[in-house]
């Protein structure tokens, strides 16, 4: 199969015509006629966005979002890969539930869907998962998280750091130290004190980042810090960038645009875990975004039915859908702010994610032979969020109604079209 | 006035006075032959109650049954969290039962401006006490009952100095009387260990001391919180005893006090630990005019809310 993008813009402006045959790119050039001829209407030719950190809900919560209408979402986002973390129903603790993520996500053929395995077994933190049986599976897992849940146990977290390195494995934690958070609710600070929730302090995420930093340090592995979301964490992190130690880190899209003081009407769309922080937070997290301290943005699109969220706000479950926001809510939070250039945004959300995940046919950088995982925004447009049109097959937005600058138009998976002027076309398993 | 009394921050210092001098017109009918009026006469209240409270409960009671409202109990005692009826099935419930107002007491920090806000139900909501967030009518009898004792701040509570001693941190009623006090005009300062003090406190209008013994001689009202043993099982304080040696009322402290301050409690009292018994039976201590000045209170704030007209007219009429 073969097709031609006609006056497709490049990041450094240059208009070009690309020619794709079976998958790849095969040519790019001026003047160029192959196949099917697909305008691009000078609008910004990027590769697929890729994203470390996403609940698919599946198996288990096909109530909230199955593999295929959150791969649905990430087209509709621009993403050609996702990570699906582990906490679903069984947890994927087990190489049978890696390969059947695995295969789900084949056979929805909207994304590569690439299942991250759980550290400990049933996320419970007493003893490690058998992380060299997914890492072997079919799945290629290299990432490993308990995400939703931290790896407390300071000698567990050793091991599996140290586990990892036979296939170059990756260490998300999720930065919680429980016994700081027993029922906490939102970040502790000024709008905690005032409206009696349970606080959420810094601390709680500081202090495992802080140990967790020394621990990979110690052992000589990878370590990745999931959501970032304090100003210290942001410190922290350059810290060990500074000694050299091998850690990167990310930030959701939500973490950098909304605040804390949201939650003053107990509206739980605003529910997330880790909280909404202070804007003295936001803003260190764009800088540390944009100075590359924290290496990737991940979406934790957290996909949850009404029921979850309709209640009172203690009640209510942690988490926001954000696969199709995240591209538009970067722009705004960091490139309509002037802190980072339409590059750096690739870096951030395609060509590093892929790097640290290992994920080779994505984030490439565009070129004669690479796999034409490629997503083409309008960089010119502005949308409101409906929450009604997500492709997603929950609803929770924090976003809603929200006007939020660039959209995207086409997505393409691995030479195959699957997101054509905003709209899904295209699913099913590659032949 | 608002629809709704979810927080003391949905009332003006004006508004809150004039609840003030509402239930003030109502006491005086209350002493008369007369004792119920026909204003909320076919109207209907629901007192829906998650958690147990009785007291607060028959308050409202006798408040809108001296009203002549319908009054109906709720008890869902076992909310959502414990997967019993979710607060919005039990609020489509009252809504189709007809409610013109809930009053609502409930487990978690903002149910009753959920309740308000969700569309669920287009009846007045009367926060009955959420969580640890705030009481509303709690401070309202509250300011009451200090005004009843010192006419010299009739109009505004400039320069009345109070102290709220004891779990800041998880008291609602301390939330509100905060807004409440420092709206009318009051300093207030609180009194507790550091445990026991939120950490976004220097946002607040107050001064915080972990000294009581240093504060006792500077204040006209002093507001004794109830604490809650369960709070020792997690180190927030060591022990019951060192507690009530730190920020107990003892007979010693109570003497100290000048002479015409007020000893303050929400009731109820764990008499030994916050309070001594000397301490909660003396003439300083205006707990049971708390409790006589919360029907009052309530009964006013269901007028405004519900009524509409004002007590003068209704009365001459």
Known sequence: MEFTITNARLIDDQVVDVIVSNGVISEIGSGLNKGEKIDAAKNLLIPGLVDLHTHLREPGREDSETVATGSMAAAKGGFTAISAMANTFPVADTAGVVEQVYRLGQEAGFCDVFPIGAVTQGLAGKSLAELGAMANSKARVRIFSDDGKCVSDPLLMRRALEYVKTFNGIIAQHAQEPALTVDSQMNEGIVSSKLGLVGWPAVAEEAIIARDILLAEHVGSRLHICHLTTAGGVDLVRFAKSRGINVTAEVTPHHLLLTDDLVTNYDSVYKVNPPLRTERDVLALRKGLADGTIDIVGTDHAPHPTEDKDCEWQSAAFGMVGLETALSVVVKAMIDTKMMSWADLVDRMSIAPAKIAGYLHHGQILKVGATANLTIIDTNANWIVDRNRLASKSKNTPFEGMQLPSRVVHTFLNGKQVLSNGEIVNGGAVE | ?317
């Not at chain 2, 003006?12 to 609840?19: R, V």
């Open chain 2, 1 to 317: 006035m608002n629809k709704h009394l979810l927080s003391i921050n949905d009332l003006s210092a004006e508004e809150a006075f004039e609840i003030l001098n509402t239930a003030s017109e109502l006491a005086k009918i209350s002493d008369g032959p007369m004792k119920k009026l026909p204003t909320l006469r076919g109207r209907t209240v629901v007192n829906l109650f998650f958690e147990d409270s009785t007291r607060t409960r028959i308050s409202f009671e006798s408040a809108a049954k001296r009203l002549s409202a319908d009054v109906i109990n709720f008890s869902a005692k076992g909310s959502s969290v414990s997967k019993g009826e979710s607060l919005k099935d039990t609020a489509q419930t009252l809504q189709a039962m007809g409610a013109d107002a809930v009053v609502i007491r409930h487990g978690a920090s903002g149910a009753a401006q959920r309740l308000a806000d969700s569309g669920w139900i287009s009846a007045s909501v009367i926060n009955a006490g959420d969580g640890t967030h705030e009481h509303p009518t709690q401070a309202l009898l509250d300011a009451y009952t200090i005004r009843s004792k010192f006419p010299q701040f009739n109009q505004s509570f400039d320069g009345l100095r109070v102290a709220i001693v004891g779990d800041i941190l998880h008291s609602r009623v301390a939330r509100s009387n905060v807004l409440l006090l420092t709206k009318l005009g009051a300093s207030v300062t609180l009194v507790a260990p550091p445990t026991l003090i939120p950490v976004g406190v220097a946002d607040w209008k107050v001064k915080v001391s972990y000294d009581l013994d240093s504060v006792l001689k500077e204040v006209d009202v002093l507001m004794m919180l109830r604490v809650q043993s369960e709070r020792m099982a997690n180190s927030f304080f060591p022990s019951e005893r060192e507690y009530s040696r730190g920020y107990g009322l003892d007979i010693t402290r109570l003497n100290s006090l000048s002479k015409n301050a007020i000893v303050m409690h929400p009731g109820p009292m764990n008499r030994g630990l916050e309070i001594s018994a000397e301490s909660a039976d003396s003439h300083k201590s205006v707990v049971l005019d708390q409790v006589a000045n919360g029907v009052l209170v309530r009964m006013a704030v269901l007028y405004q809310l519900l009524g509409g007209a004002t007590l003068i007219g209704e009365v001459s009429a």
